[in-house]
């Protein structure tokens, strides 16, 4: 008995798309900002991934709007990690990403939105590894290594989790 549940306990481990299990608790703290009102639709230029239209305008998410954000935000990014196709995807962990989170108001609803990027990028930023807490972070490609979410305030769910492009 004991050893067939260690083999399927390898087979689990071993198989494609793989991603270790992270919690809310597990996402840092120090790895999160929330940029100012006036910065929050700079956090939308991207140039490889699908971001929201018809921006009318932003507003100031609080830190409890955020912390709820990101306990909806673990799973479904577990989620889209695992289904990621790419190699180069296996193995990311949810708790890695250092996150930027503006508030946009889109179709007429408070959203909150993350730009997220994995923290094997962070050495692209130098030499100033800062500059994240003060302005959004614009990446072309990265693939898994950097994305972008929705989070309506007022249903409480996540929405558009998007990857950049190939790597």
């Not at 703290?29 to 006036?38: G, N, S, T, Y």
């Not at 954000?69 to 180069?88: D, M, Y």
Request: charged letters at 20%; glycine letters at 8%.
């Amino acid at each position: 008995m004991l050893t067939r549940l260690s083999v399927c306990g390898a087979l689990i481990v071993l198989g494609l798309g793989y991603v270790p299990q992270d919690d809310a608790s597990s996402l840092n703290p120090q790895w999160a900002v929330i940029l100012p009102q006036d910065s929050a639709s700079s956090l939308i230029k991207q140039c490889t991934r699908e971001v929201p239209s018809h921006i009318e305008g932003a507003w100031q998410p609080t830190t409890a709007q955020v912390s709820a954000f990101e306990k909806a935000l673990v799973p479904v990014l577990r989620r889209g990690l695992r289904r990621a196709i790419r190699p180069s995807a296996r193995g990311l962990l949810v708790r890695d990403y250092y996150r930027q989170y503006g508030g946009l108001v889109v179709d007429r609803k408070q959203i909150i939105y993350v730009n997220a990027f994995h923290r094997d990028f962070l050495h692209y930023l130098e030499p100033d590894t800062a500059a994240w807490r003060r302005s959004a972070v614009n990446a072309c490609d990265g693939g898994e290594r950097l994305f972008g979410a929705e989070y309506d305030v007022f249903s409480g769910r996540v929405r558009n989790l998007h990857f950049n492009g190939h790597p």
